[in-house]
């Protein structure tokens, strides 16, 4: 068995992920989203789908990197 990393269960089913050259121990997909989903730099949401990466920045969408001042994202439906 291994320990979740967020929450430290000790859990027979627990999962790994592996990003960045890093390996990530975790026993449900809300410990491993509050660990590795970025967060928007302007209105603090954490991202879970793709959201828009910016310059190195993160944000849930097109509006909150326009109203952060970057130009030129937009939304695609």
């Given at each position: ?22 390996v990530h121990v ?47 994202i937009v939304d695609?439906?």
């Amino acid at each position: 068995m291994a320990r979740c990393e967020v929450c430290g269960n000790d859990y027979g089913m627990t999962f790994e992920v592996h990003a960045q050259g890093a390996v990530h121990v975790f026993d449900c997909f809300s410990c491993a989203i509050h660990r590795m989903a970025p967060i928007c730099e302007h209105c603090r949401v954490q991202i879970i789908g793709q959201g828009v990466e910016v310059d190195g920045h993160w944000y849930c969408g097109a509006h909150c990197s326009r109203a952060e001042g970057r130009v030129g994202i937009v939304d695609n439906v």
